[in-house]
């Protein structure tokens, strides 16, 4: 029988300290009797275990094929789960940082800026066609033939959308000589 040894003995021998060995021991990762260690089987599951940790570390991924290499560089057991974690994490933390690049060179606008500035361009839509009633009444009432009537209220309506998407055009184009401008584009 070979001569058994305390934890902090083992620890002593293997470099470590005792509170890795009781760990290792809790985990199952080292064998004991009644507490005490055989040294040589010890030292041999010790390093087996530190190689097998070893190689389970995930490198760190490149830019492309990442998830499908995920599978293979997690360890196993219940570390998986923290580098699932990490890995998830700095995935998002990629995207929200290509998301900020591409804001800044332009590419993309907040979804708020779009929808305040589409909103003004309605109330402007809105006050053109609220004023068309105003201006149009007198020539109207001045016209006997129903269809005539119409199509002044048609050719009215016409121009007022006409206007407002040449408003449009004519910002996009401002925006977009701004950007040349700039050295941005």
């Not at 985990?27 to 507490?35: I, Q, V, Y």
């Not at 109330?123 to 109207?140: F, G, H, K, P, Y």
Request: glycine content about 6%; aromatic content about 4%; overall charge negative.
């Amino acid at each position: 029988m070979p001569e058994l040894i305390s934890a902090e003995a083992l620890a002593k021998q293997l470099g470590v300290s005792g509170q890795a060995v009781r760990k290792a021991h809790a985990a199952g990762r080292l064998t004991s009797f009644d507490g005490r260690f055989d040294p040589a089987v010890a030292k041999i599951q010790w390093e087996a275990n530190r190689q097998r940790r070893r190689n389970d570390q995930p490198k760190a991924p490149a830019a492309a094929g990442a998830d499908e290499r995920r599978a293979e560089q997690a360890p196993s057991g219940a570390g998986a789960e923290y580098w699932d974690a990490k890995t998830r994490r700095e995935t998002a933390e990629a995207s929200i940082a290509e998301l900020k690049e591409a804001e800044l060179r332009g590419d993309l606008v907040r979804r708020a800026v779009v929808e305040r500035e589409f909103a003004s361009r309605l109330v402007a839509l809105r006050e053109s066609l609220e004023v068309l009633a105003d201006r149009l009444s007198a020539q109207v009432a001045a016209e006997a033939d129903a269809g005539r009537c119409r199509q002044l209220l048609r050719d009215e309506h016409r121009l007022a959308l006409a206007a407002f998407v040449e408003r449009i055009d004519l910002d996009a184009a401002t925006e977009e000589s701004q950007e040349d401008d700039d050295g941005l584009a």
